[in-house]
């Protein structure tokens, strides 16, 4: 059974720091990794996807990597700012069933002034 | 924005009653999928529809039915509604090609039951 991990859980940094949100899965079995921003009460925004053949995807202050024979991905994010406060989600595409996405629980980021 | 469009964005109802949520899906996408996001929580896939036949299922019970149309837009009824069936419920809509997957959220509906 796939298993994501977010570590993380919660994150508060100043505002300018370079940052790594961790993301851990069980099984390599994946098709790609995704990860998503969410704002309070509010949907989904895909913010980088990397195929399982990838090994990172950039974009902006965004880096997104990935290693599947560990089972891991980071988004490292440059230069923070209070507008990237947000929950930050990963989720992989789990080619055991039907393409099914299986998500961490979040990162909660709050960048402080 | 995405292109993903679902309504309404937020509906209240009492145990036992039944709801229909909608999502049109970004133009040119043949895929949906449906997903709970209890509070605090991660997503739950519920189901995905792929060229209006029902293409995989989560963990959810029969009372959680799902219906895609020839345009591709895309509805999920719930029955008898329990007290646990309050959450976020997001729909995103893929195109269906290897290698793809990316998939495009909606901003969801915030379903309360009382």
């Known amino acids: 059974k796939q298993e994501v991990t977010q570590i993380p859980a919660a994150l508060s940094v100043p505002e300018g720091e370079n940052l790594v949100l961790n993301c851990s899965f069980t099984?390599?079995?994946?098709?790609?990794l995704q990860w998503f921003r969410q704002d309070p009460g509010k949907g989904l925004t895909s913010l980088l996807l990397?195929?399982?053949s990838q090994r990172e995807q950039t974009s902006g202050r965004l880096n997104a990597s990935l290693d599947k024979s560990s089972g891991r991905s980071t988004l490292y994010i440059a230069a923070s700012q209070p507008g990237d406060s947000a929950t930050y989600l990963c989720a992989d595409t789990y080619a055991g069933n039907n393409r099914k996405l299986i998500w961490g629980l979040g990162t909660s980021l709050a960048v402080n002034p | 924005e995405t292109g993903v469009t679902q309504s309404p964005t937020h509906l209240i109802k009492t145990r036992g009653q039944q709801v229909t949520l909608r999502c049109s899906s970004q133009s040119g996408h043949n895929t949906v999928s449906w997903y709970q996001q209890a509070l605090g929580q991660g997503p739950q896939f519920i189901f995905q529809y792929y060229r209006e036949e029902e293409n995989g299922r989560g963990n959810f019970p029969p009372r959680f039915s799902g219906l895609q149309f020839p345009n591709y837009s895309s509805e999920l009824n719930v029955n008898a509604l329990e007290l646990d069936d309050s959450a976020l419920y997001l729909c995103?809509?893929?195109?269906?090609?290897?290698?793809?997957?990316?998939?495009?959220f909606g901003p969801g509906t915030r379903l309360t039951v009382l």
């Open positions: 099984d390599s079995a994946i098709y790609n």
């Open positions: 990397i195929q399982s």
């Open positions: 995103a809509s893929s195109l269906a090609l290897a290698g793809a997957d990316t998939q495009y």
